[in-house]
Every structure is written in structure tokens, then in C-alpha cells.
């Protein structure tokens, strides 16, 4: 009877964990192939790959700033569809589900009336592991998921980057300047 | 000798027990959220403490906003905060309101401010406070009047100090 009892406690720990871990990636299998459709898939080797040696090669600081952000991207899924080509209200709260019990977390929800807006997130020892963006709406939807191994620090230096490098007020002429959030060194470039 | 198979199931047990007793600690508004935020009748706004907790630790000095005050005030503020969520609908006003009133423990939450229409609109400001300092800011809105009920609930260790020099910084 205990043996019995302790099998019985040990499914119902491990059931939830084990039942929606490819949740994402099942739904992206199961639908990408309906009519209307559109669908796209990137392996996160391509894009580290590509962008490695894209960044070798460039010289303009936006770009090699958006490349080096591309190689802390991995896989890349994109679903969207419009004109009528929605899914049903059961299938996205069964998506929305699956990603709940597999630790995923809401950082921004928003719905009104058949709209609805999932900005989730789940994260590992502060990095920022997927990230799905799902729009559904009464006629269309898009998802969007990405694994990455982005960091808070990593955005703080976008955010610096791309807020600092004004073209309209560059704060010296012939120099512009890019600050580490870390190191606050003054780049000079030519 | 110790007997593995008794203390295994016990600490399960106890596992079991203490996640159970987590999910129990969310206050009444909290469950009333929950209630409510999957039903089509509502629309529901949330921004998760999350959000807010990364948006903390961005590095907002480079923002350069030493001329801007006012920014600077909305950004103090926004630190504090640890999760936005509102609810709101037109469908059944003066029940919904009714009901999250009740729900409303009147031992946590203090009423700063009610307004009261002629028509029954009501709209009431509550706080919880927690160190001496505001946790929760709480709006209600809704009545027999109304058209349209909502529950906004700003939920984070909110400083009087930096929401009054927020106030200052608007009126200039």
C-alpha cells in the first residue's frame, strides 16, 4: 500500500513538468501546414553562424551591434495567419496552457474581446531562454517564439547603443561615442 | 537502521503540502483577478512583476536624463512597481462592483479617497500598506450608475516620498 502511495505522489509531481515540455514546437508542427498559413523557421546554428561571419566582415557600429545581438539568438519559429484563417479560442488557451505548466511566464497580457496579446518568457539563471509572442484575434493570429541566451546587461547595451548614436545630434563631430554599461570606456570611432 | 521507503514518502508528502500551501497565500483580489482573467466578459491588462523586476535592473543611467526631472520622477517610480493588472467590462457594472467590494478585506486594505455620483458611479482609491509603505494601490470604479466596472491594482513597495515628487514634477 505505501509502495503504492509513493508511486501514486511521484506521477503527480512529475506529470506536470513532462506533459507540455514541446508545447511551442508541437503547436508550430500541427499548424504550420493549415491553409493560409504563413510560416517560417530559422535554426539557431544559421543564425549564429551567419551572423559570426557577417559581424567580421561589416564596419557600420549599428550593424555589428544588431550582429552581435544575432549571435545570442538560437532558433527562430514564426506562424501567422490573417483573412479569416484563426484558431479556435481552445486551441490558443490550450497553447497558452502548455506553456504555463512548462514554466513559461506572462510578462505582458493583454486581451479585449477576441483579441488577445501573450508576451511570455522563460528564463534560467537571469537569462532570458525563450521568449513567444502570441497575437490571436478573431480572424488571424501570429506567434512568435525564440530561444535566446540574452541577459539584462545585453539589453541595457542595446538600449545604450541605439539611444546614445543620435545621427540627428552627434555630441562630436567625426566621433561617435558608445559607452559599456560595464567598463563606461568612450569608444572613438574613425 | 534508518528506513529509506518512510522518509521518501514523507518528504513527498511535505512536498506536496508546501506547494499547495503556496498557491493559498494570493489575497482575495488576487483570486478575484484570477477568476476573471480568462472570462471574455473582461478585458484584462497585466504587466508582470517580472517586467517590472528586469525593467529595475536595466542600466537606466544611460538614458541621460539629467535634464528631464520629470522622467527621472516616472522611472524612480517605476522601479517600486512590482505588477500592473486591470479589469474592466460594461457587461453587469453594479454585480461585479458589488462583488469585488465584498471581496475587499477591510483589515488589509484602507480607503484614501471615495468619489460618489448622483447616479450611483462610485470610484474609491484603497491602499495596503506593508513597512510603511504603500504594497498595493488599489481603484475601484463601478456602481449602479456605471457604465463600465474596473479594477486596476498597482502592486509594488510604492514610496510616498517619490510619488509625491512625481505629482510635483507633473504640475510644472
Given at each position: ?102 514554466h513559461y511566464e506572462?510578462l ?12 511570455l518568457v522563460k528564463d534560467k539563471r537571469e537569462k532570458l531562454k525563450d521568449l ?16 535566446s541566451r540574452l541577459k539584462i ?38 | ?49 517580472k517586467l517590472?523586476q528586469m ?118
Amino acid at each position: 500500500m505505501r509502495t503504492l502511495l509513493l508511486l501514486c505522489c511521484l506521477s503527480a509531481l512529475l506529470s506536470g513538468p513532462l506533459a507540455a515540455q514541446t508545447s511551442v514546437k508541437a503547436f508550430y508542427r500541427d499548424y504550420k501546414r493549415e491553409e493560409g498559413v504563413f510560416n517560417f523557421k530559422l535554426p539557431g546554428w544559421l543564425v549564429w553562424f551567419a551572423g559570426g561571419i557577417a559581424y567580421n566582415s561589416v564596419r557600420d557600429p549599428d550593424l555589428r551591434e544588431a550582429l552581435w545581438l544575432g549571435k545570442k539568438l538560437g532558433n527562430l519559429r514564426m506562424m501567422h495567419s490573417e483573412n479569416g484563417n484563426g484558431l479556435s479560442p481552445q486551441s490558443v488557451s490550450s497553447l497558452v496552457d502548455g506553456m504555463y505548466a512548462s514554466h513559461y511566464e506572462d510578462l505582458i497580457l493583454v486581451r479585449e474581446g477576441d483579441t488577445r496579446v501573450h508576451f511570455l518568457v522563460k528564463d534560467k539563471r537571469e537569462k532570458l531562454k525563450d521568449l513567444v509572442l502570441l497575437i490571436h484575434e478573431e480572424d488571424g493570429f501570429t506567434l512568435f517564439s525564440m530561444k535566446s541566451r540574452l541577459k539584462i546587461d545585453d539589453i541595457s547595451r542595446l538600449i545604450e547603443h541605439f539611444i546614445l548614436e543620435d545621427p540627428k545630434n552627434p555630441e562630436e563631430p567625426g566621433k561617435k561615442k558608445i559607452l559599456s554599461a560595464k567598463r563606461k570606456v568612450l569608444i572613438p570611432q574613425a | 537502521m534508518l528506513r529509506i521507503k518512510p522518509v521518501l514518502f514523507t518528504l513527498l508528502l511535505a512536498g506536496i503540502a508546501l506547494s499547495a500551501a503556496a498557491q493559498t497565500d494570493a489575497n482575495a483580489i488576487d483570486k478575484y483577478f484570477q477568476q476573471y482573467v480568462n472570462d471574455n466578459r473582461f478585458s484584462v491588462v497585466y504587466i508582470s512583476p517580472k517586467l517590472f523586476q528586469m525593467f529595475g535592473k536595466l542600466d537606466v543611467g544611460v538614458l541621460d536624463m539629467d535634464n528631464d526631472t520629470e522622467a527621472q520622477a516616472v522611472m524612480d517610480m517605476i522601479k517600486d512597481l512590482r505588477g500592473l493588472r486591470i479589469l474592466t467590462t460594461d457587461e453587469n457594472v453594479a454585480e461585479f462592483y458589488k462583488e469585488a467590494k465584498a471581496k475587499i478585506n477591510t483589515k488589509e486594505y484602507e480607503t484614501l479617497m471615495t468619489v460618489r455620483e448622483k447616479d450611483g458611479n462610485q470610484v474609491e482609491f484603497l491602499v495596503r500598506e506593508a513597512d510603511n509603505k504603500i504594497a498595493e494601490l488599489l481603484l475601484l470604479a463601478g456602481g449602479p450608475g456605471a457604465d463600465e466596472f474596473v479594477l486596476m491594482s498597482f502592486v509594488g513597495l510604492l514610496d510616498l516620498n517619490k510619488i509625491s515628487r512625481l505629482a510635483k514634477e507633473m504640475e510644472k
